[in-house]
């Protein structure tokens, strides 16, 4: 599987922004996806998971009741809106595939995209 994160940009404290992360191959729908982000000096942090179908959603505490995952197993494409984005949100955020289950540590994945950044003026 090969993933293409793309959507960032710079954006002010407050403004929303939708991340998306295309794969190729036709088991994409077989993979649970992940959103981890990584700023300067600081480990990636897993953001957010979906299961392969859709139905389970995991979120850091950080970002819960702001960022929203989905999923578009016809499209292969994974998604994260961002809304009220914060400046400490700022980071370089990559999708993940893992052919298990949605896990928190980057280990878990076995496929990753090339990062989008996202930065959040104050």
């Known amino acids: 599987v090969q993933l293409q994160a793309f959507g960032g940009g710079l954006v002010q404290a407050g403004d929303s922004l939708r991340l998306s992360c295309a794969a190729s191959?036709?088991?994409?729908?077989?993979?649970?996806m992940g959103w981890f982000r990584q700023a300067p000096g600081k480990e990636r942090e897993f953001v957010a998971g979906?299961?392969?179908?859709?139905?389970?959603?995991y979120y850091a505490d950080s970002v819960k009741g702001r960022f929203t995952i989905s999923r578009d197993n016809a499209k292969n494409t994974v998604y994260l809106q961002m809304n009220s984005l914060k400046p400490e949100d700022t980071a370089v955020y990559y999708c993940?595939?893992?052919?298990?289950?949605?896990?928190?540590?980057?280990?878990?994945?076995?496929?990753w995209g090339q990062g989008t950044q996202v930065t959040v003026s104050s």
């Open positions: 993940a595939a893992s052919s298990v289950v949605v896990t928190t540590t980057p280990g878990g994945y076995k496929y």
């Open positions: 191959g036709r088991t994409f729908s077989s993979y649970a």
């Open positions: 979906i299961s392969w179908s859709g139905s389970s959603t």
